[in-house]
């Protein structure tokens, strides 16, 4: 059973760095054809994909967000990480990290968002605010 769990803290200043770890305890992130993706949901408003790292390494991310975001993997841990870099009071949101077949999201025409049924498995979300 492909059990994931989000890690990180709960609470960042704004301008600085947040760094969020995704441990998949239900096989190995290198052996399976999957993608690994971080997902957040502001207060009130919908899933937003925000990037992936697929088995192979390669990585993913939202034009939107690309230019602040970094997604890696520690293969020995079976973890991979998100950072958001110069985060402001709108990045606060509950995170999620998932785990699918493919990357999941759609274009809205302002954004890339996602849908539950997209990924097989889902982490239980950690929330994280922004604010000084």
């Known amino acids: 059973q492909v059990q994931l769990q989000e890690s990180g803290p709960g609470l960042v200043k704004p301008s600085q760095t947040l760094s969020l770890t995704c441990t998949d305890t239900g096989g190995s992130i290198t052996t399976n054809r999957d993608y690994w993706s971080w997902i957040r949901q502001p207060p009130g408003k919908g899933l937003e994909w925000m990037g992936a790292?697929?088995?192979?390494?390669?990585?993913y991310y939202s034009p939107s967000l690309k230019s602040r975001t970094s997604i890696s993997r520690d293969t020995s841990m079976n973890q991979f990480t998100l950072q958001l870099s110069s985060v402001t009071p709108e990045d606060t949101a509950m995170y999620y990290c998932a785990r699918g077949a493919g990357l999941g999201t759609y274009y809205s025409g302002s954004y890339y968002y996602t849908t539950r049924p997209d990924f097989g498995s889902w982490g239980q979300g950690t929330q994280v605010t922004v604010s000084s």
């Open positions: 790292i697929a088995y192979s390494g390669s990585t």
